[in-house]
């Protein structure tokens, strides 16, 4: 989320005008003959230059205008107690940064039960932002994710034959930002052939493959072990030692994401509105034979590392390094909005009118979420949490919270 430029001919037309010859008294025989009366040239009218096609203005970069709490749709109807331990979370990184240290060491003196005193300290240290994307939108895509749970066991046997696999030997991570700083965040992924390093395999290489010996754990449903990709993290049941670990997140092929449900929607598989994981899970169930060629149309691919589970009730960790919490953790496009700043989110439930206004933090990225106004609304762990996130493609506005400036 062009234009056909088409240049006006202008004919050249000359107008020739006439003049009529005028009649006089005939002159004696001696007297001289009038002379020849010479016509004026032809008026020729002043052709009008031709005006170059205007070329479409360049779009703008993004905006984030001031705004008031009073201006926050149900700003004042949320209880923001219940994103403090989020925010908390986000200022022990974000405390380290100067624009940050003043509001984020003041912040450990309130109250985290007293409602009001969270409302006054936003409200007194921070300045509301509103999101508007480069091509002048003020709403943009909201979609959900969870936190997953799988089958599993450490070694391949019975059901369990499809791997999670830990990052590979052979693959290189190059950081872009200590050559070109500009580049900040930016890293590159690939293998050293030769003497040079060409882009890491794909999805469909992967599978393939010949990665004896990096297998993490496996487990017993190809699907699921897909849309854990997705979502970037889960958690694994194995039966076989009867514990429930943790698979975080570890490195990515390098290969850019591709929506599996944009693709069955571009060939006329599903309609935009079926295009739900749940929508998809129903797609493949009813063709097996083409599981692989769809898992194919998206050759990112994602390596996992294991992480014990000491507190069930404690999320992932997303890209800011805290870990995440359900209804209160959102990912956004790093490169767009800063990364661990308070967002006030004004969306709705999935497929449902029902208001969804309330304070988040930007505490993840993911490969799908590209755009000044994209968030994905972390729902979670459990049953419900995968419903919800499944369905989740609304629409919604964005608003950052910022430290004031000193006047």
Same mark, same amino acid.
């Given at each position: 989320?062009?234009?056909?430029?088409?240049?006006?001919?202008?004919?050249?037309?000359?107008?020739?005008?006439?003049?009529?010859?005028?009649?006089?008294?005939?002159?004696?025989?001696?007297?001289?003959?009038?002379?020849?009366?010479?016509?004026?040239?032809?008026?020729?009218?002043?052709?009008?230059?031709?005006?170059?096609?205007?070329?479409?203005?360049?779009?703008?970069?993004?905006?984030?205008?001031?705004?008031?709490?009073?201006?926050?749709?149900?700003?004042?109807?949320?209880?923001?107690?219940?994103?403090?331990?989020?925010?908390?979370?986000?200022?022990?990184?974000?405390?380290?940064?100067?624009?940050?240290?003043?509001?984020?060491?003041?912040?450990?003196?309130?109250?985290?039960?007293?409602?009001?005193?969270?409302?006054?300290?936003?409200?007194?240290?921070?300045?509301?932002?509103?999101?508007?994307?480069?091509?002048?939108?003020?709403?943009?895509?909201?979609?959900?994710?969870?936190?997953?749970?799988?089958?599993?066991?450490?070694?391949?046997?019975?059901?369990?034959?499809?791997?999670?696999?830990?990052?590979?030997?052979?693959?290189?991570?190059?950081?872009?930002?200590?050559? %070109?700083?500009?580049?900040?965040?930016?890293?590159?992924?690939?293998?050293?052939?030769?003497?040079?390093?060409?882009?890491?395999?794909?999805?469909?290489?992967?599978?393939?493959?010949?990665?004896?010996?990096?297998?993490?754990?496996?487990?017993?449903?190809?699907?699921?072990?897909?849309? *854990?990709?997705?979502?970037?993290?889960?958690?694994?049941?194995?039966?076989?030692?009867?514990?429930?670990?943790?698979?975080?997140?570890?490195?990515?092929?390098?290969?850019?994401? /591709?929506?599996?449900?944009? %693709?069955?929607?571009? /060939?006329?598989?599903?309609?935009?509105?079926?295009?739900?994981?749940?929508?998809?899970?129903?797609?493949?169930?009813?063709?097996?034979?083409?599981?692989?060629?769809?898992?194919?149309?998206?050759?990112? %691919?994602?390596?996992?590392?294991?992480?014990?589970?000491?507190?069930?009730?404690?999320?992932?960790?997303?890209?800011?390094?805290?870990?995440?919490?359900?209804?209160?953790?959102?990912?956004?496009?790093?490169?767009?909005?800063?990364?661990?700043?308070?967002?006030?989110?004004?969306?709705?439930?999935?497929?449902?009118?029902?208001?969804?206004?309330?304070?988040?933090?930007?505490?993840?990225?993911?490969?799908?979420?590209?755009?000044?106004?994209?968030?994905?609304?972390?729902?979670?762990?459990?049953?419900?949490?995968?419903?919800?996130?499944?369905?989740?493609?609304?629409?919604?506005?964005?608003?950052?919270? *910022?430290?004031?400036?000193?006047?």
């Amino acid at each position: 989320m062009s234009l056909t430029r088409r240049s006006l001919l202008v004919p050249l037309t000359v107008v020739a005008v006439s003049l009529a010859a005028c009649t006089t008294t005939p002159l004696p025989p001696d007297k001289t003959p009038a002379p020849t009366v010479t016509p004026p040239a032809p008026v020729v009218p002043p052709v009008p230059p031709v005006q170059p096609t205007p070329v479409p203005p360049k779009p703008t970069a993004l905006q984030m205008v001031p705004t008031t709490f009073a201006s926050l749709p149900g700003w004042d109807k949320d209880d923001v107690r219940a994103a403090w331990p989020a925010f908390m979370s986000s200022c022990s990184v974000l405390v380290k940064q100067p624009t940050w240290k003043e509001s984020c060491s003041i912040a450990r003196t309130v109250n985290s039960g007293d409602e009001q005193a969270i409302r006054t300290f936003f409200e007194a240290f921070m300045e509301p932002n509103q999101v508007i994307a480069p091509d002048g939108a003020t709403d943009g895509l909201v979609t959900g994710y969870y936190e997953p749970l799988l089958r599993g066991a450490r070694k391949k046997g019975g059901p369990y034959q499809t791997p999670l696999y830990k990052v590979p030997d052979d693959m290189l991570t190059i950081d872009l930002a200590s050559v %070109y700083p500009e580049l900040k965040g930016m890293r590159l992924r690939g293998k050293l052939v030769g003497k040079k390093v060409v882009p890491y395999a794909t999805r469909a290489d992967i599978e393939k493959a010949d990665f004896g010996g990096k297998e993490l754990l496996w487990v017993d449903d190809p699907v699921e072990s897909f849309f *854990l990709q997705v979502q970037g993290s889960g958690r694994v049941q194995l039966t076989d030692s009867q514990e429930t670990v943790r698979v975080a997140y570890a490195d990515q092929n390098g290969h850019p994401y /591709k929506s599996i449900g944009k %693709y069955l929607v571009e /060939k006329g598989e599903l309609t935009l509105e079926q295009a739900s994981a749940q929508g998809i899970k129903a797609w493949i169930a009813g063709h097996p034979t083409r599981m692989q060629e769809l898992f194919n149309v998206n050759p990112s %691919y994602v390596f996992f590392k294991e992480e014990r589970l000491p507190d069930p009730k404690v999320g992932p960790k997303g890209a800011l390094g805290v870990p995440l919490t359900p209804s209160r953790s959102v990912a956004i496009d790093a490169s767009q909005l800063p990364l661990g700043a308070p967002v006030f989110l004004s969306t709705t439930m999935p497929n449902s009118d029902i208001p969804l206004q309330r304070l988040v933090m930007a505490q993840d990225t993911g490969g799908a979420i590209r755009g000044a106004i994209r968030v994905d609304y972390f729902f979670g762990f459990g049953t419900e949490a995968s419903e919800n996130a499944g369905r989740m493609k609304q629409r919604g506005n964005v608003w950052v919270l *910022l430290p004031k400036q000193p006047l």
